[in-house]
């Protein structure tokens, strides 16, 4: 059970909004920057938001970060099929001294 | 960047393993490094991490089992693994920070190599 709650999935049609959610504490999310991961099916994790809402080079502009307080949200706009992947937001929490990601949030294009 | 991991195989439990993760189109000893782990199905969860200058810091699942090192000289990150268990079992992916600290922000990642603990 991580210390950062992600819903376990979201989902939406082509061209639509979604945004995943993720929950923490002061420790965590409310003294440290977050950070947002794409994984697609069998391949490595990749860098999708770094230090709440920047992207690196190379991301599209269809993926937003946001944070307030204890909590991040990654926004996908104008929804395509290959964003269907699994994503994780991670930060470093103060108490364990480590880094923690939330469990991951599977999102479907119906 | 590239960061290669090997050392992955099948370990009875009990038993011991020894990572290894080659790191190449960068000054290795400016960025802090981590070992992140995978179960088949599961989420990410990280394991390790040391800065440049070599701080460690452990999950609490594996602090006194595993061990996180690196040689600057040679480019290489370890991951000394002891006393595994089954639920050890995943893929284990080293990953460099953006800068030589721990946070999180992980901008390179290598492919994985698989530790099954298994009798």
């Known amino acids: 059970q991580s210390v950062v709650t992600q819903p376990p999935s979201a989902s939406g049609t082509p061209g639509q909004r979604v945004t995943i959610s993720c929950s923490g504490s002061?420790?965590?999310?409310?003294?440290?920057?977050v950070y947002w991961y794409q994984q697609l099916p069998a391949t490595a994790p990749k860098l999708l938001i770094f230090r709440n809402y920047e992207r690196p080079s190379g991301v599209p502009d269809r993926f937003s970060g946001s944070k307030s307080g204890t909590s991040a949200s990654l926004a996908i706009s104008g929804l395509r099929s290959e964003d269907e992947a699994d994503y994780y937001c991670?930060?470093?929490?103060?108490?364990?001294?480590?880094?923690?990601f939330g469990g991951g949030t599977k999102l479907t294009v119906l | 960047v590239q960061l290669l991991e090997s050392g992955g195989g099948l370990v009875q439990p009990g038993g011991s393993l020894r990572l290894s993760c080659a790191a190449s189109?960068?000054?290795?000893?400016?960025?802090?490094m981590s070992w992140v782990r995978q179960a088949a199905g599961r989420g990410l969860e990280w394991v390790s991490a040391i800065s440049g200058g070599g701080s460690t810091y452990d999950a609490d699942s594996v602090k006194g089992r595993f061990t996180i090192s690196r040689d600057n000289s040679k480019n290489m990150l370890y991951l000394q693994m002891n006393s595994l268990r089954v639920e050890d079992t995943a893929v284990y992916y080293c990953a460099k920070e953006y800068r030589d600290t721990a946070m999180g922000n992980f901008d390179y990642w290598g492919q994985g190599t698989l530790v099954t603990v298994s009798s």
């Open positions: 002061r420790s965590n999310i409310g003294n440290n920057f």
């Open positions: 189109g960068l000054t290795f000893s400016n960025y802090g």
């Open positions: 991670a930060t470093w929490d103060d108490n364990l001294s480590g880094v923690v």
